[in-house]
């Protein structure tokens, strides 16, 4: 199975600051790699996929890059509902998760 | 706009089985790959099945092999996921979720652009 890792574990941040999130797979996906936002009693929301594609509605502060092994999450400026935990997920065979990061205040 | 509403969890005993559905909308459900993932609350996310768009391909995690069977309707606009044999550790909170695609390939695999609320199964005695 492909194994993602995400760090850090715990991000505290404030609202305005750059969050740079980490997802580092065990092996090449290329470029397969999505990204979800989840908030607290709520389902999972598409935020990137393949690497660098923001999904549908998806404001322009998240961005998504990395190729291989390595890709990251950033968000150019916190604001208030951009809280919450994010997971990464490849797809390059079948499919994982990484085990999240969450943004805090 | 596209919704997924998931129903038919509760408490379970160890050995039991429940059947979940996921009743679709806002979209054409028989172009669609369709999967369930689920979560232990707290913790992270395990895709647990899939269905190809015309049902003719299933897939499962080996967690759930041979326990569960995923299953859809498309004249209903319906998924459903038959749980056998529950055991504790599938207690969980499980999402239906959407595929981009109609296919559903070992590589490259799919990711998921629509999610439901979820419905909470527990297996406890």
Known sequence: ?105 | EVQLLESGGGLVQPGGSLRLSCAASGFTFGNYAMSWVRQVPGKGLEWVSAISASGGHTHYADSVEGGFTISRDNSKNTLHLQMDSLRAEDTAIYYCAKAPGAEVLATPGWHFDFWGRGTLVTVSS
């Open chain 1, 1 to 105: 199975d492909i194994v993602l890792t995400q760090s850090p574990a715990t991000l505290s941040l404030s609202p305005g600051d750059r969050a740079t999130l980490s997802c580092r797979a065990s092996q090449n996906i290329i470029n397969y790699l999505a990204w979800y936002q989840q908030k607290p009693g709520q389902a999972p929301r598409l935020l990137i996929y393949d690497a660098s594609n923001r999904a549908t509605g998806i404001p322009a502060r998240f961005s998504g890059s990395g190729s291989g092994t390595d890709f990251t999450l950033t968000i150019s400026s916190l604001e208030a509902e951009d809280f919450a935990v994010y997971y990464c997920q490849q797809r390059r065979f079948w499919l994982t998760f990484g085990g999240g990061t969450k943004v805090e205040i």
